[in-house]
């Protein structure tokens, strides 16, 4: 038979390579170098060359006895799996529910790629409503509640990505947070509390976010609420707090 001239061996041998990883880490601490030569059949000095490459990819890890892991990559393809089969389809009855109940509007977001993603936006069926997406356009990736609270529930790995894209908030943006150890005091503060909020006074925009955790205690994303701050009074604020933390619980249990 003919070889396929599209076929990249070099493809071929990374992949699984990163298939044996994956299959090892399931029932060990990893792999080690020599076994995942062996494994494959590949020269050592070839396999940790594929490896290494892996590795700067984010694809493998390193334990700290050198041992190779699923790198965060991984963590993230599982994730994008996640929102798609689940969190998408599980989120439309709770906006839905929130909508109706209170009128305002909505985001969902997510990290990717060192990026904030917004999933969707949903608008409220108040007479004055926020316009989610118009809100959103003129502000900056760290002046957003959903990325703040994103942020804080982050692994460090996703947090130390987001910074090497964006870099530290400058302090036009997020002047508590502009230096590392601002920055990480801000989020450990916002993680404690469980949301960000952003409330600039009467005549304009209220907003808050809240994270979106699975059943495995990961962060998948956030879901943030526009609405005019006029109307934002203690009680509602309590109502709307109360009514989207325990849908949030709810849906926990389904992701």
Same mark, same amino acid.
């Given at each position: ?6 076929? $990249?061996?070099?493809? /071929?041998? %990374?992949?699984?390579?990163?298939? @044996? =990883? ?6 060990? *601490? ?63 009855? $709770?906006?839905?529910? /929130?909508? %109706?109940?209170?009128?305002?509007? @909505? =985001? ?6 060192? *990026? ?140």
């Amino acid at each position: 038979m003919k070889e396929d001239t599209a076929i $990249v061996k070099s493809v /071929l041998k %990374a992949l699984a390579a990163l298939d @044996f =990883v994956l299959e090892k880490s399931m029932v060990s *601490r990893g792999a080690g170098l020599g076994e995942i030569a062996a494994g494959l059949d590949l020269q050592p000095t070839n396999t940790r060359n594929i490896l290494k490459t892996m590795e700067q990819a984010g694809y493998i890890g390193r334990t700290a006895d050198r041992l190779y892991i699923p790198g965060p990559k991984c963590e993230a393809m599982n994730r994008t799996i996640l929102v798609g089969r689940q969190l998408i389809p599980e989120i439309m009855p $709770v906006l839905d529910a /929130l909508i %109706a109940e209170f009128g305002e509007s @909505f =985001v969902v977001t997510t990290l990717f790629g060192g *990026r904030r993603k917004v999933l969707m936006w949903r608008k409220g069926t108040s007479p004055i409503v926020v316009e989610t997406q118009n809100a959103e356009r003129n502000c900056k990736t760290y002046q957003l509640v959903t990325t703040r609270i994103m942020l804080a529930f982050a692994p460090a790995y996703e947090q130390e990505n987001f910074i090497a894209f964006n870099g530290l908030p400058p302090a036009s943006d997020w002047a508590e947070a502009d230096t590392p150890a601002k920055l990480k005091h801000c989020l450990e503060n916002l993680r404690k509390t469980g949301y960000a909020e952003y409330y600039p006074g009467k005549g304009e925009i209220y907003a808050a976010a809240f994270p979106i955790i699975d059943n495995e205690d990961k962060s998948v994303g956030a879901l943030g609420i526009y609405l005019p701050a006029f109307r934002m009074t203690p009680d509602l604020r309590s109502r709307i707090f109360e009514s989207i933390l325990l849908k949030l619980s709810h849906l926990r249990k389904q992701l």
